[in-house]
Structures are given as C-alpha cells and as structure tokens.
C-alpha cells in the first residue's frame, strides 16, 4: 500500500480507544447541550437590547430562556408582547408596525450558530485528546 504513510497499529487502538471514551461520554449531547445555551443566551441578550422599553419595562424584563431536551424556547408572558413584535391596529383605524425584536435576534444570530457549534466541538475533541 504506497502512499499512505508510516501506519503503527498501536497508535490506531490508542486513538480508536479516545474516540470511544468520548462518545461512552456523550461528547455528542455535551457540545449540543453546551452549544444551545450559549446560543440562548446570546439570543436573550440580543431580544432585550432590542426591546423598547415603556413607561415601566416589564416588557424587556419579562424575557426567559428555558432549555427542553435539544431544543431552547425563548418567551415573554406579557399579554402585549405580540402585538409590539409584530405591529397592531390602533383605535383610530390606523396602525403600529412591528419592533421585530425577537425575530431579528434569532436572525443575527443565525450565522453565527455554525461557528459557536464547530468551537465547542473542537473544545470538546481537544479535551478528549482527539485534537
């Protein structure tokens, strides 16, 4: 087999053996679970910075990032928050356009979730010695 190099079957069982440690670890779900907390929390973050604050700002501290299994839900129990993010009529037949300010969050954001993936995986490999 030209081309492939100096290949010693110990350096193979040693590297398989770390890639089992880590996945017997979970390495997998750690860089999901770690990923989409910082990814929330960014989102959070961004979602209040955007959020108009009234005469009384319960609208920007009622924002709450809870985790369910892989997934991450971003929530404002204020019964006016829809009507800020996506606009409303007014009494006088007119209407208030929407802020946005969750929608944009998520969309700056977006971009960046690939990269914060990649960091943590590579954090992880790198733990494990398979890096």
């Known amino acids: 087999m030209s081309g492939m190099g100096d290949f010693e079957f110990e350096d193979f069982k040693r590297f398989?053996?770390?890639w089992q440690k880590a996945i017997?670890?979970?390495i997998a779900q750690e860089v999901i679970d770690?990923?989409?907390k910082q990814a929330g929390q960014v989102i959070l973050a961004g979602v209040k910075e955007r959020t108009p604050v009234g005469e009384t700002g319960f609208l920007r501290g009622d924002w709450r990032l809870t985790k369910s299994g892989n997934s991450i839900e971003i929530s404002n129990n204020m019964h006016y928050?829809?009507?800020v993010e996506y606009g409303h009529?007014?009494?006088?037949?007119?209407f208030l356009p929407g802020?946005?300010?969750l929608r944009d969050a998520i969309n700056d954001f977006h971009d960046k979730f690939e990269y914060l993936v990649e960091r943590n995986?590579?954090?992880k490999l790198k733990e494990?010695?398979?890096l």
Not at 89 to 94: A, F, P, S, V
Request: proline share 4%.
């Open 24 to 26: 017997d670890a979970g």
């Open 89 to 94: 009529r007014l009494r006088n037949g007119g």
């Open 34 to 36: 770690l990923s989409l």
């Open 128 to 130: 494990y010695g398979l």
């Open 99 to 101: 802020v946005f300010m």
């Open 81 to 83: 928050a829809p009507f």
């Open 121 to 123: 995986l590579k954090k």
């Open 16 to 18: 398989s053996k770390q």
